[in-house]
């Protein structure tokens, strides 16, 4: 009996483990990516052409901009609603994002962003939460958000030049990728 019980438990955790957790870190960065790519494709600025395709240049993207287009992103359930009071701050230190998962706990996760070969990277991702850690580890989450900016780029022929973050913000400096790598 013993041993059909310790055999239950290690099925259990092995089923956790390879199969309900990486299902729940690809879902959750998938629609992270998603509605961060979605905001930022959104802001790129028009070129004064008449197709009015994206044109390399300055893009700001505002905290409540980007809190708004996760709620939506997050809220058509492409998580299930697991995740709830998503919140995003920007400042000269770096980027926060909060959220709640279902059940009630929480956790901000914390990072910096930098430029590097043209993309958009993370550094020293961070959570305050043990058990959301578990779940969606901050490396993850970072690389999601970088994800979701570099794909909307490179869809429309971009690349990231710079960016600067102020009180709430976050401006993005991007040139075509025919124009090569900067100085």
Do not use: H
């Not at 998603?34 to 700001?60: H, I, K, Y």
């Not at 809220?75 to 009071?85: K, L, P, R, T, Y």
């Amino acid at each position: 009996m013993l041993g059909a019980s310790l055999l239950l438990c290690i099925g259990g955790w092995g089923v956790l483990t390879y199969v309900t957790l990486p299902r729940v870190r690809q879902g959750a960065s998938g629609a992270l990516a998603d509605g961060v790519g979605t905001e930022v494709a959104r802001r790129l600025p028009e070129a004064a052409s008449p197709g009015g395709e994206p044109a390399a240049g300055t893009t700001v993207i505002t905290a409540e901009e980007l809190e708004r287009a996760l709620a939506e992103t997050f809220g058509q359930g492409g998580n299930g609603g697991s995740v709830q009071n998503l919140a995003v701050d920007f400042g000269p230190a770096g980027v926060a994002l909060g959220l709640q998962a279902e059940g009630g706990q929480a956790a901000t996760y914390t990072g910096v962003p930098a430029v590097e070969d043209g993309r958009l990277v993370l550094r020293d991702m961070a959570s305050d939460s043990g058990v959301l850690e578990f779940f969606l580890p901050a490396d993850e989450l970072g690389r999601a958000i970088a994800d979701g900016v570099n794909q909307a780029l490179a869809a429309d022929g971009l690349r990231l030049e710079g960016l600067e973050l102020g009180e709430g913000r976050i401006e993005l400096r991007t040139k075509s990728v025919d124009e090569g790598v900067g100085p």
